[in-house]
């Protein structure tokens, strides 16, 4: 673990060598005196540490390109970037990537359980989370970690990969009553979900702005290493103590463990002889009394195919 009280540009430089990160998660400031964000919003912040570090309206732009610089630096070909970020200094942290060889993935939405209470304008309950891979190498992409093939989901019939790989997530922040903590923290289940998609056990996991150590204590939890930085004395005393009782591989039991994968011939070539069984077994079912949908389903399992690719044959074929 290499963790330090530091500014995240000056302890990248210091610390850090070229292309060593496997995966960045990270929530920087969101440059809009989020110091005082309790006397707007009527907070109570008694159990919030103080020390939190903000970033001056002005100095954005120029802050976001020379911390972003140094994450591409640092991060592996094929290593993944994830930023979550506010509305108001979104076009900074953007053109800063803009800026960088890093390729954008995904512009994902996080949808939380509530937004701050407005009269004269739509209320914001989102973040952005900004996906981006550094190319050079294939990208760690564990898609089938969290759920099967063919999982459904018991109140639409949809499928459950599918779902959780949409790109609009709704998760709810964490309370803590009568717990230290710190003014922004990124839920478990966020954290997790990400780590678990872009990263292996044992890969580096870093957060160039720690605040909470929510990604590093995560991170370890899930069996990965982690590194990162913190510029607050107040947080980071407090918390590199907390992070003493953090045991590694601790929630890797806690994951759900999906059934394997249903669609074992999925990208495979598809043979003429494949295809004539196909359509000979689909009029089987349809004559049996199946209606397309079952059939279609029968045959993704007795075939390995997914639904879409049988249902372009079988269309095909009138």
């Known amino acids: 673990m290499l963790f330090f009280q530091q500014d995240c540009i000056e302890g990248a430089r210091a610390h850090l060598a070229d292309d060593s990160v496997d995966l960045i998660i990270t929530d920087p400031p969101y440059g809009i005196e989020g110091d005082q964000l309790h006397r707007h919003y009527n907070r109570d912040e008694s159990f919030v540490l103080d020390g939190y570090v903000e970033v001056p309206k002005s100095e ?37 990537l803009a800026e960088t060889s890093l390729k954008e993935v995904n512009h994902l939405i996080w949808k939380f359980n509530f937004g701050v209470y407005t009269k004269k304008k739509y209320i914001s309950s989102h973040y952005h989370i900004l996906y981006y891979v550094k190319p050079g190498a294939e990208p760690t992409f564990n898609t089938f970690c969290r759920f099967s093939d063919t999982e459904k989901n018991d109140d639409n019939g949809g499928g459950l990969n599918y779902q959780d790989r949409e790109d609009v997530w709704t998760i709810n922040r964490e309370y803590k009553p009568g717990k230290i903590k710190n003014k922004n923290e990124l839920p478990t289940q966020l954290l997790s979900k990400i780590i678990q998609y872009s990263s292996h056990e044992g890969d580096l996991v870093c957060d160039f702005f720690l605040g909470s150590f929510s990604t590093a204590k995560v991170a370890i939890g899930l069996g990965r290493r982690a590194c990162g930085f913190e510029k607050s004395p107040i947080a980071f005393a407090h918390q590199i103590q907390e992070m003493a009782h953090v045991v590694p591989g601790e929630m890797l039991e806690q994951l759900r463990k999906p059934p394997e ?58």
């Not at 077994?281 to 879409?308: D, F, H, N």
């Open 60 to 96: 954005y732009p120029e802050f976001s390109r020379q911390w972003i610089r140094e994450a591409e630096r640092v991060l592996k070909p094929g290593g993944a970037m994830y930023i979550v970020s506010g509305y108001t200094n979104l076009i900074h942290i953007l053109n800063a």
């Open 261 to 318: 994968n249903q669609y074992f011939n999925q990208g495979k070539p598809l043979t003429d002889d494949e295809r004539a069984v196909i359509i000979r077994r689909y009029a089987e079912l349809r004559q049996s009394g199946k209606t397309k949908k079952a059939a279609i389903e029968i045959l993704g399992i007795e075939m390995g195919r997914g639904p879409w690719s049988l249902a372009r044959i079988i269309n095909l074929n009138g």
